[in-house]
């Protein structure tokens, strides 16, 4: 048990006092003074009571860290096609996989905005964005534009600008 300089102090005075107070004869102390001293030692025993109490209570209060948990780590699944994606080798496929990704989407975008292409805009081309550009194509420019590369950055170009 850890030993309080204030708290003794405060004891010592109390006891100091009241040993005082009792050596003294009663009659030599007025009614003022008994009563003063009466009211310095419950004082100084309030006060010690009080102390006492703040400090055990300070001292009950436990700290309690945050729980904190680590962060888990799972191995990423990775997608395995079953069958190799087709290859687009035709004029169409390369002139539009010569555009930069940013403007692979302007296109996709372009043809879903006109209701030519229903798929997801991720800038790839595959079936749905072959048959939406031949669909647009057919529509304003002609097929025929799509079997030239000058003819598909033609298409192209009408959409991006």
């Known amino acids: 048990m850890k030993i309080n300089l204030r708290k003794s ?4 005075t109390a006891a100091l006092s009241l040993a005082a107070a009792s050596a003294t004869p009663v009659h030599a102390l007025g009614k003022n003074e008994k009563n003063f001293l009466l009211g310095a ?9 009080y102390m006492n ?7 009950q209060q436990a700290y309690r860290a945050p729980s904190y948990q ?9 997608y395995q096609p079953t069958q190799p ?10 002139a539009f996989n010569s555009y930069s990704a940013t403007e ?6 372009k043809l879903k905005a006109y209701g030519y292409y229903r798929g997801t805009v991720d800038g790839s081309f595959g079936p749905q964005t072959q048959q939406a550009v031949a669909g647009y194509a057919g529509a304003t420019l002609g097929t025929a534009k799509l079997s030239s590369m000058n003819g ?10």
């Open 9 to 12: 102090a405060i004891a010592a």
């Open 41 to 49: 030692g419950a004082a100084l025993l309030i006060g010690s009571i």
């Open 53 to 59: 109490n703040k400090n055990r209570a300070q001292t």
């Open 70 to 78: 680590a962060p888990t780590y799972q191995q990423p699944t990775y």
């Open 85 to 94: 994606a087709p290859s687009y080798s035709s004029s169409a496929a390369r």
């Open 104 to 109: 692979r989407r302007q296109i996709q975008s």
């Open 152 to 161: 598909a950055f033609e298409v192209y170009d009408s959409l991006l600008y």
